[in-house]
């Protein structure tokens, strides 16, 4: 039985190692959105929101996000019984369109409660089975093909069994087509545009064919699945949906009309646990393989995306790179790290996700702390 009798939501300011450049937006100073659920028996679970700071890449962002929070799922959740974690989605669903990173910040903070709880670990409660999860880096625009060669390599070199290029129109071929050159062809590497082009860009994005790419990452629009099963039915390489895959019917939508042939899950853009479960079970179904996503989450949403990337049919590396890879200092303990083989160890021996996070640290950083509480 799950009872949450407060909800703190507190905003921090960790500052990336690098700039994260994207088609659409940078990062610098990430507005990290933190979560505290207490429970009627005491148990306090933490979580994170992964709204950005602008909607350039969904709608919601850390502000909306907020409100929603405190406006419509809070008070849905606040004093409620729940027998299992199942029974938080379709009471968070209910007749409440959108701010799925609202509602997942809620719904997988109730997924950690139950398993501390039960005294297993978050992995196992949802299914996982992995004992490690292969990482993967997502490497930002950079400023000239040479650049990110080095960034490539240097990559490589540490490990990573995966490597996202983000892309945009005019520093996409001849970035790829330098890394390939230098790098060669066994490389595993993918390209992500977060939707920078269009059909007109058809014979451009064929070029892309040439470099057997693991595959492109969201060329279209954010919410498109249309006009990508026409982009696919032209490309070799398969497309990969990120931004159009909201929910389970997006990915029964991509699969009848062939929008693309792998998804990335990120949990907070699902809405939570729940769904990412129906989508991952849906895709092992009909042969559609599945990775983490990342949003430079902090190591409190990392240990969220390790649990879920333990499951079956995870079997591509995420964007999920060890904390060292974004910040300084990470505000848990201990920190994400990867081995030489690139891979992770899912804390399957600790109940809940299996890192603790250090209040003072988080309090210092702290910017600004609201309490929600049951009445
Ligand atoms: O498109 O996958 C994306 C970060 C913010 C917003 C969108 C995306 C990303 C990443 C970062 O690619 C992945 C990571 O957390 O390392
Ligand atoms: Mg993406």
């Not at 990336?16 to 979560?35: N, Y």
């Not at 502000?63 to 199942?86: C, H, M, S, T, Y």
């Not at 970035?175 to 993918?190: K, N, T």
């Not at 994005?205 to 969201?218: A, S, T, V, Y």
Request: with cysteine.
């Amino acid at each position: 039985m799950i009872n949450i009798q407060s909800i703190t939501l507190r905003e921090i300011r960790l500052a990336l190692k690098e700039v994260f450049q994207i088609s659409s937006g940078s990062e610098a100073d990430r507005r990290i959105f933190l979560l505290q659920l207490k429970d009627a028996d005491g148990i306090e679970s933490w979580s994170e929101c992964v709204a950005g700071s602008s909607p350039n890449y969904l709608p919601e962002t850390i502000d909306v996000a907020w409100l929603a929070i405190k406006k419509w799922v809070a008070p849905r959740v606040l004093g409620r019984n729940f027998q299992n974690p199942e029974d938080v989605q379709p009471i968070l669903e209910k007749d409440f369109r959108g701010y799925n990173m609202a509602k997942a910040a809620i719904e997988m903070g109730a997924w950690e409660l139950a398993a501390q709880k039960r005294d297993v670990s978050l992995s196992r409660l949802l299914g996982g089975t992995r004992d490690q999860v292969a990482t993967g880096i997502s490497l930002g625009i950079q400023a000239s093909p040479e650049a990110l060669v080095q960034k490539v390599r240097a990559s490589l070199e540490e490990g990573y069994r995966k490597i996202k290029i983000k892309i945009k129109p005019g520093q996409d071929i001849d970035y790829v087509q330098a890394v390939r050159d230098e790098l060669g062809e066994e490389a595993p590497l993918m390209v992500d545009a977060n939707n920078a082009y269009s059909l007109n860009d058809l014979e451009h994005l064929k070029r892309l064919d040439q470099f057997g790419l693991i595959m492109i990452e969201q060329p279209l629009g954010w919410d498109d699945v249309v006009q990508h099963a026409t982009l696919q039915k032209q490309l070799k390489t398969s497309v990969c949906l990120d931004e159009s895959i909201t929910g389970l019917d997006k990915a029964q939508a991509m699969v009848t009309l062939g929008s693309g042939r792998i998804i990335n899950i990120k949990p907070g853009r699902l809405g939570g646990f729940q769904t990412s479960i129906a989508v991952h079970n849906f895709c092992q179904e009909h042969d559609i393989p599945v990775w983490c996503g990342g949003m430079l989450e902090s190591g409190v949403g990392r240990s969220y995306n390790v649990a879920l990337a333990s499951l079956p049919n995870f079997v591509i590396p995420g964007d999920i790179s060890p904390s060292a890879r974004y910040w300084e200092q990470d505000i848990i303990e201990p920190e994400w790290i990867m081995d030489k083989n690139g891979m992770i160890d899912v804390p399957v021996e600790r109940p809940g996700m299996g890192v603790k996070i250090d209040p003072d640290r988080v309090e210092n950083l702290t910017v600004r702390c609201e309490q929600l509480v049951s009445n």
